[in-house]
């Protein structure tokens, strides 16, 4: 079990979750460390650029939508250093990336569900 499944599953059962995951994949999007609000989502709203938590392949990452199959209820996970980790479907995907380090990303309102409360992992 990675460090991200028990941040997965808090967001799956609706939570706003607050972390501060490590590795440098995400740079200059998200560094080492820093502050993330990851908030749950309705995946059929996702766009390519989105930061999402989701499950490719059996191991969740904070990584980028690089892709949308809206017919086939998927979308391509990848980082920022242009390795991709494959399609993951709708089901996988847990939360979309609100905030990092205090900045609200771009184009997120509408998509997220009112979050009741922001738990901190």
Not at 46 to 68: K, P, Q
Not at 95 to 121: E, L, N, W, Y
Request: hydrophobic letters at 40%; proline letters at 6%; charged letters at 20%.
């Amino acid at each position: 079990m990675g460090a991200l499944d028990a941040v997965a599953g808090r967001v799956a059962d609706g939570a706003t979750v607050e972390f501060r995951p490590s590795g440098s994949s995400m740079v200059p999007l998200i560094r080492s460390r820093q502050q993330v609000v990851v908030a749950p989502v309705d995946p059929s709203k996702l766009e390519v650029g989105d930061i999402v938590l989701a499950r490719v392949a059996g191991t969740v990452y904070l990584h980028l939508v690089s892709s949308v199959d809206p017919a086939g209820k998927r979308v391509q996970i990848s980082n920022n250093r242009g390795r991709v980790n494959g399609w993951t479907s709708h089901d996988r995907v847990f939360g979309i990336c609100v905030a990092v380090d205090g900045v609200t990303r771009p184009k997120v309102a509408g998509r997220t569900p009112a979050a009741d409360s922001t738990d901190s992992a």
